[in-house]
């Protein structure tokens, strides 16, 4: 099982980037993939959700982000539009054990994490 998270780079506020997180050894669509990030000195947390068609996403990037999934390409995707300097992370993609939609902010439930994408919103 691995996950490559890519697309991450230096964007000016405004900006968009899209994020990749490509899967191996295991069928994307069996399974939830989240979206975590982390600043510098503050403590990774969740940013997106999918799950058998379900989306779900932390409130300071709801209607900014949008997570979506190509079960051909087994590869989940965040693009991330509206950039601000808040938004400023590693960013990483992990795939979820079996869990309650609303727990899926719950980093112990996803087993399997890619190994971060830095993103950068700066002038």
């Known amino acids: 099982v691995q996950l490559q998270a890519s697309g991450g780079g230096l964007v000016q506020p405004g900006g968009s980037l899209r994020l990749s997180c490509a899967a191996s050894?295991?069928?994307?669509?069996?399974?939830?993939i989240g979206w975590f990030r982390q600043a510098p000195g503050k403590e990774r947390e969740g940013v997106s959700f999918?799950?058998?068609?379900?989306?779900f996403y932390a409130s300071s990037v709801k209607d900014r982000f949008t997570i979506s999934r190509d079960n051909a390409k087994n590869t989940v995707y965040l693009q991330m539009n509206s950039l601000k300097p808040e938004d400023t992370a590693v960013y990483y993609c992990?795939?979820?054990?079996?869990?309650?939609?609303?727990?899926?902010?719950?980093?112990?439930?996803?087993?399997?994490w890619g190994q971060g994408t830095q993103v950068t919103v700066s002038n």
């Open positions: 050894g295991f069928a994307l669509d069996d399974y939830g």
């Open positions: 992990a795939r979820a054990s079996r869990l309650p939609f609303s727990l899926w902010r719950v980093q112990t439930y996803y087993a399997y």
């Open positions: 999918i799950n058998v068609g379900r989306k």
